[in-house]
């Protein structure tokens, strides 16, 4: 398997400008997971689903962040519209939710977002 | 609140000197407790998972340990290439699948 998947690696865009990253999970893999990532507040969860259903999005910022899955294997966080405090590397994961090797965590490579 | 803190938040060592990161977390039923590397410019990689007090896990130069209110990642005699960020995360019984990290130990082993 290739791993997790994110695209696009890095994305530059002006205050305004709607973003959209995407995610391909491991094939099999039944939890899926985004994170942002910053200096001053770490690695913080977004939101997260099981099946394909969110779960929990208690993370997600305000109303300008949206997620979908659509299915197993592709999920999107979009940002509308974004603002320079959005500048951050976000990361998607994905794991099983049981039997062997459950809740370890695959991150992808991340996506680098400046928004100036 | 649930919260996961690791400290120090930065630690410089020599080649060869041995030291232990902690990661104290303050909530009741844990479900699982993990601990993940992570290389500039890259997603974390896992390293270990931990259930129950008591239970350890090695590999290498690292070694897992876990009580009821802490974790312990001891390295030991490190080399220049376990410079990294090292990340513990936990989950809860009462979190479904919700896994939240720390803010993480920058490790530096100087040659």
């Known amino acids: 398997d290739a791993g997790v998947i994110q695209s696009p690696r890095h994305e530059v865009t002006e205050m305004g400008q709607e973003v959209t990253l995407r995610c391909k999970p491991i094939s099999g893999h039944n939890s899926l997971f985004w994170y942002r990532q910053t200096m001053m507040r770490g690695l913080e969860l977004l939101i997260y689903?099981?099946?394909?259903?969110?779960?929990?999005d208690s993370g997600m910022p305000e109303d300008r962040f949206s997620a979908k899955m659509p299915n197993a294997s592709f999920s999107t966080l979009k940002i509308q519209p974004s603002e320079p405090r959005d500048s951050a590397v976000y990361f998607c994961?994905?794991?099983?939710?049981?039997?062997?090797?459950?809740?370890?965590?695959?991150f992808g490579a991340g996506s680098r977002l400046t928004v100036l | 609140e649930d919260q996961v803190t690791q400290s120090p938040e930065a630690l410089r060592l020599q080649e060869g000197e041995s030291s232990s990161l902690n990661c104290s977390y303050t909530?009741?039923?844990?479900?699982?407790l993990f601990w993940y590397r992570q290389d500039p410019g890259k997603g974390p990689e896992f390293l270990f998972t931990l259930y129950s007090a008591g239970e350890e896990k090695e590999k290498e130069r690292l070694k897992a340990t876990l009580t009821k209110k802490e974790s312990f990642l001891h390295i030991t005699a490190p080399k220049p290439e376990d410079s990294a960020t090292y990340l513990c995360a936990v989950r809860w019984y009462s979190s479904a699948s919700k896994i939240i990290f720390g803010s993480g130990t920058r490790l530096s082993i100087r040659p």
């Open positions: 994961a994905s794991s099983l939710n049981s039997g062997s090797g459950a809740n370890v965590l695959t």
């Open positions: 689903f099981n099946n394909n259903v969110p779960i929990d």
């Open positions: 909530v009741s039923g844990l479900r699982g």
